[in-house]
């Protein structure tokens, strides 16, 4: 069964500075997709970034990028020039298959320090 | 483009009642998928439908059933409520069924079993 891991429940980043969340995942499919959404407090989840398997280039949206280890089974997203309004909870999913089912990691908790 | 819309977006009901949540896609999007969301077992995967047919069901009891209407808008329905049952209903949509597809979240129905 594919599983995703996030091993930091709380992380803490001051205004402008920089801030990498870390994801691992298990999985034996050589076919995937790998996300980053936030959920804000509101609740509404919101797609921050998506990286193909099989993509070797890592990938980029403004101010968020990852770094996908595809050996090592990693996908961390880094926050550059870290803002008050992207304090949220961060998931780590996972997709593969025929289906949208996506398998989620269990958060990181983002907070913004000025 | 209006987006993903669930009614309704609070709900208190007992034991052993059922209940009924609806999810309406983006406009083209024809599948739609259902998350449940707890501090415990964070976000699970329900069913996926596109086409008016699940394509996919995660591990929940017979209790949860969802259909799709031609109009591509959703229904979940729990029966005999537990309150374990507790929890925020997430629904997402995109435009297909597949790996790597973009979904789009609803702003999700918190729902509350007493």
């Known amino acids: 069964a594919q599983t995703v891991t996030q091993s930091q429940p709380e992380m803490s980043v001051q205004e402008a500075e920089t801030v990498t969340l870390s994801c691992t995942y298990d999985t034996s499919e050589s076919d995937y997709y790998l996300f980053w959404y936030k959920q804000p407090p509101s609740r509404q989840m919101i797609l921050v970034i998506r990286?193909?398997?099989?993509?070797?280039q890592n990938a980029t949206e403004n101010r968020f990028s990852v770094n996908f280890q595809k050996a090592a089974k990693s996908f961390s997203l880094k926050i550059s020039d870290s803002q008050l309004g992207d304090a949220a909870m961060y998931f780590c999913?996972?997709?593969?298959?025929?289906?949208?089912?996506?398998?989620f990691g269990t958060g990181t908790r983002l907070q913004v320090t000025l | 483009k209006a987006g993903v819309t669930q009614t309704p977006r609070y709900l208190i009901k007992t034991r052993g009642q059922q209940v009924t949540l609806s999810c309406s896609p983006i406009s083209g999007h024809r599948s739609v998928s259902w998350y449940q969301q707890t501090p415990g077992q964070g976000l699970q995967f329900l069913f996926e439908y596109f086409s008016e047919t699940q394509r996919n069901k995660g591990n929940f009891p017979g209790r949860f059933s969802g259909r799709q209407f031609s109009n591509s808008r959703s229904e979940m329905n729990v029966s005999t409520l537990e309150l374990g049952d507790s929890a925020l209903y997430l629904c997402a949509s995109s435009l297909t069924s597949g790996v790597g597809n973009e979904q789009f979240f609803g702003p999700g129905t918190r729902l509350t079993v007493l």
């Open positions: 999913a996972y997709n593969t298959g025929t289906a949208s089912k996506l398998t």
């Open positions: 990286q193909e398997a099989y993509k070797q």
